[in-house]
């Protein structure tokens, strides 16, 4: 079974430019999450999506950030314009259902350097 | 609100050795406990998980954790440390709001592991 898979691996930005970013959650799976993870901190969920519909976004700034999951499976997170304090590992998860005691799968992650 | 606290944001251990990473939660309901590890530029792999069956979780690679309530605990423990464990471990707690399933993680203990 394949996992997540996450595009690019590595961006580096100055401030003030946009990025995006790709995952491609494990097939089946109806959940997907964003998370940033900055240095030395554990991640921090930023968005929630159940199928194409948003379920949690809470904690996703959302003057500069935005998600997107078309048709219910691939997402795309956008950082426009991005920040010094943007810089972090972006980690994509996936489970199956939306229950609080499944495993949620994790990408390799997209680690952004803002300059 | 939910939370996690790890106590020791770097541990090390002799190879062979026991290895004790600990957590501790803060929930007025009942938790749903994880413990996630990290290596190098990858994504968080599940290592055990807690859903309120038996007190004591078996993981994979010889990890363990046992659910003390009286002591809000959720330690990691293996018997004997191998080179290969050294990485980041984070625990996590999963909150259901209803709308949505959500993990707080914990800041992460780094694990060393020496000859």
């Known amino acids: 079974e394949a996992g997540v898979a996450q595009s690019p691996r590595y961006k580096i930005i100055e401030k003030r430019q946009s990025v995006a970013f790709w995952c491609n959650p494990i097939s089946g799976h109806a959940t997907l999450y964003w998370y940033q993870q900055i240095l030395g901190q554990g991640p921090k969920l930023l968005i929630q999506f159940q199928n194409n519909g948003v379920v949690d976004d809470s904690q996703l700034p959302k003057d500069r950030f935005s998600a997107e999951r078309l048709k219910g499976v691939d997402s795309t997170l956008k950082i426009q314009p991005a920040k010094l304090e943007d810089s972090a590992v972006y980690l994509c998860a996936s489970s199956l259902v939306r229950a609080p005691t499944d495993t949620q799968y994790f990408g390799p992650g997209t680690r952004l350097t803002v300059l | 609100a939910q939370s996690v606290t790890q106590l020791g944001s770097h541990v090390s251990v002799s190879e062979g050795a026991l290895v004790l990473l600990r957590c501790n939660y803060s929930s007025s309901v009942p938790p749903y406990l994880f413990w996630y590890v990290q290596y190098p530029n990858q994504g968080l792999q599940l290592l055990l998980k807690?859903?309120?069956?038996?007190?004591l979780v078996k993981g994979i690679n010889g990890f363990e954790a046992e659910f003390k309530k009286s002591e809000t605990s959720f330690h990691l423990t293996k018997p004997s440390a191998h080179m290969s464990d050294a990485a980041e471990y984070f625990c996590a707690v999963s909150l259901n709001t209803g709308t949505a399933s959500k993990l707080t993680f914990g800041t992460g203990t780094r694990l060393q592991v020496t000859l």
């Open positions: 807690y859903t309120s069956a038996a007190t």
